[in-house]
T-cell receptor, first 114, second 115 residues
Framework: NAGVTQTPKFRILKIGQSMTLQCTQD?????MYWYRQDPGMGLKLIYY???????DKGEVPNGYNVSRSTTEDFPLRLELAAPSQTSVYFC?????????????FGQGTRLTVV | DQQVKQNSPSLSVQEGRISILNCDYT??????FLWYKKYPAEGPTFLIS?????DKNEDGRFTVFLNKSAKHLSLHIVPSQPGDSAVYFC??????????????FGEGTQLTVNP
């Protein structure tokens, strides 16, 4: 019963470096999401995917890229890290049934860009 | 443009009393509302939800009320327990079929239940 697993849990990046945040889920959910949470703020949607091979921008997509080659995995790529990308990143998945859109979240990745 | 708003950053209550957390929204397309609970260093976990066709949903100590005309919902916790101390997020979904069932979150309210 792993649910949604994110790696790494913590990372410090230098400005201009790149990295990939990994996310995998074992619930066979078709929908997956990436959110970021800044201090004192709610979660903001970066990108989402409604199925393998399909991705779309959320509210704050600039500076990020995603891919969805399998149902299980939804990695988030930062190409040129900037201090404004210092945040906690959460991956989530869901299997909407009717109006029910409950999403299950991973434990988060705390990223600091210096 | 904050479509889901929680105006109280924090709330402190005594153990055994009622906790009331409030949430307002502006987008009339939202048709499903959820409350999430978040402990430090963990991801949000689902607590309770309500669809727009209802005005109340109850699950044990937790009740969510929805007032569609006022675009307002609230979460009641009775009785409050110290283990309820966490950040509570209000979220909404339902902006149409192309939304991917994505959730729009409020800023969160830090609830502290004092023994």
């Amino acid at each position: 019963n792993a649910g949604v697993t994110q790696t790494p849990k913590f990372r410090i990046l230098k400005i201009g470096q790149s990295m990939t945040l990994q996310c995998t889920q074992d619930m066979n959910h078709n929908y997956m999401y990436w959110y970021r949470q800044d201090p004192g703020m709610g979660l903001k949607l970066i990108y989402y995917s409604v199925g393998a091979g399909i991705t779309d921008k959320g509210e704050v997509p600039n500076g990020y890229n995603v891919s969805r080659s399998t149902t299980e995995d939804f990695p988030l790529r930062l190409e040129l890290a900037a201090p404004s990308q210092t945040s906690v990143y959460f991956c989530a998945s869901s299997y909407p049934t009717g109006l029910n859109t409950e999403a299950f979240f991973g434990q988060g990745t705390r990223l600091t860009v210096v | 443009d904050q479509q889901v708003k929680q105006n109280s950053p924090s709330l402190s209550v005594q153990e055994g009393r009622i906790s009331i957390l409030n949430c307002d929204y502006t987008n009339s397309m939202f048709d499903y509302f959820l409350w999430y609970k978040k402990y430090p260093a963990e991801g949000p976990t689902f607590l309770i939800s309500i669809s727009s066709i209802k005005d109340k949903n109850e699950d044990g100590r937790f009740t969510v009320f929805l007032n569609k005309s006022a675009k307002h919902l609230s979460l009641h916790i009775v009785p409050s327990q110290p283990g309820d101390s966490a950040v509570y997020f209000c979220a909404a979904s339902g902006e149409g079929e192309t939304s991917g069932s994505r959730l729009t979150f409020g800023e969160g309210t830090q609830l502290t239940v004092n023994p």
